[in-house]
């Protein structure tokens, strides 16, 4: 079965300073796998997706995410932080039966 | 703005009650899921429909249910509501019946039952 793991239920960084949210992943096949974003009071929006193409993967807002087999890591990253980053990130996994399987989501909170 | 709109934003009510949480995706998507986030499940999937037919279905309570009608809004009703059913719940979309990952969010209905 699919599954995500993402490892800090809360991140905290300064305006400026680079971003680190990490997400590993459970798959016996080759996944699609997915990052979303979700602001305060606001449904979920797409941030990037990896689909068995290139293993670095450029998002909107200057994220971007790198697929690692060996480490089974999906971690999303950004190098330098601005306060409209402040919000909820959610790694997610495609599975088999078409259906999408979300971390518990990592909050990210931005220092002035 | 993700062109997915829910009705209604906010909804409080008893215990036992019935409710119906409504959902219109993007102009042009066929498929509608729906989604419940709650601070101890996280985000789970429900349901999804296409073109007006069951498509998936995932950890929906027999107390809930859900139709798409022909001019592809969806509603989602949920009965004989419990302190648990207290949640978000999302709507989303998208152009194709195969769910490729690519959703576009409505901002959610916040249900609160007390």
């Known amino acids: 079965a699919q599954s995500v793991t993402q490892l800090d239920s809360h991140v905290s960084v300064s305006e400026g300073t680079p971003v680190l949210l990490r997400c590993n992943y459970s798959s016996s096949y080759s996944p699609s796998l997915f990052w979303y974003v979700q602001h305060p009071n606001k449904g979920l929006q797409l941030l990037l997706k990896?689909?068995?193409?290139?293993?670095l993967v450029k998002g909107i807002n200057g994220f971007e995410a790198e697929f690692k087999k060996s480490e089974t890591s999906f971690h999303l990253t950004k190098p330098s932080a601005h306060m409209s980053d402040a919000a909820e990130y959610f790694c997610v996994v495609y599975n088999q039966g078409g259906k999408l399987i979300f971390g518990q989501g990592t909050e990210l909170s931005v220092k002035p | 703005d993700s062109g997915v709109t829910q009705t209604p934003k906010h909804l409080i009510t008893a215990t036992g009650q019935r409710v119906t949480l409504r959902c219109s995706p993007r102009s042009g998507d066929l498929s509608v899921y729906w989604y419940q986030q709650s601070l101890d499940q996280g985000l789970q999937f429900l349901i999804q429909y296409y073109n007006g037919e069951e498509r998936a279905k995932g950890n929906i309570l027999e107390r809930f249910s859900a139709q798409q009608f022909p001019d592809l809004h969806s509603e989602l009703n949920l009965s004989s509501l419990e302190l648990g059913d207290s949640a978000l719940y999302f709507c989303a979309s998208s152009v194709e019946s195969l769910n490729t990952g690519e959703l576009f969010f409505g901002e959610g209905s916040r249900l609160t039952v007390l």
């Open positions: 990896y689909t068995s193409a290139a293993t």
